[in-house]
């Protein structure tokens, strides 16, 4: 294979480069000030700078960020875990004075108690959903001890059924065991005149 095959795949046509974004500098060169066609190499260093002084800025702005009356110098440098809690304690705060009228501003939808383990053992209120799957299950229940005891009108119509055909099944035994004495006494009335003749 040739070497570097398969990660350029030239295209046909090209890419358009328009001259919109365009500005002199100060060689008097036209540079353009769209990012996508702005030199790679310059850029990338600078946008490595910009976001190592951002995250420098982040450090400095939570060391300024001291408790409520305390001073920073006074403090000793504090933790991530430390500053975490802290921030935790500030926005408590924040909420504890925040007017009644701002209750309009806040989410609807926000849950703003986690569920503990303990708190599902406790009775709560069912959906209306729930609510009309208990109901009908609950009324399915009441239909089959009913009609288990024979009391609707499905088992009444059942019961009947099988009374008819445990009837008529009792006639037919009764038949077939008439009919097998008919058959034995026909059977030995034959063996009987065989002997005496």
Do not use: C
Not at 22 to 32: C, P
């Amino acid at each position: 294979m040739v070497r570097g095959s398969g990660k350029f795949k030239q295209k046909r046509g090209g890419g358009r480069n328009f001259s919109k974004n365009m500005v002199l500098d100060e060689n008097g060169t036209a540079v353009s000030t769209d990012k996508r066609w702005a030199p790679r190499g310059k850029d990338d260093s600078d946008d490595s700078d910009d976001s190592e002084e951002e995250e420098s800025e982040e450090e400095e702005s939570e060391e300024e960020e001291t408790p409520a009356g305390g001073s920073s110098e006074a403090q000793p440098e504090l933790s991530r875990a430390e500053r975490k809690e802290l921030k935790k304690k500030q926005a408590a705060a924040k909420l504890a004075q925040a007017d009644p009228e701002d209750e309009d501003l806040i989410n609807p939808n926000h849950v703003g108690k986690k569920l503990n383990i303990s708190d599902l053992g406790a009775p709560r209120e069912l959906s209306r959903r729930e609510r009309e799957q208990k109901e009908k299950q609950d009324a399915k229940d009441r239909y089959w001890k009913l009609h288990v005891a024979g009391k609707t009108d499905e088992a009444k119509a059942d019961l009947g059924r099988l009374a008819k055909i445990r009837a008529e099944r009792e006639a037919a035994a009764a038949k077939r065991v008439a009919e097998n004495e008919a058959k034995a006494a026909e059977l030995a009335a034959k063996t009987a005149a065989q002997k005496r003749s």
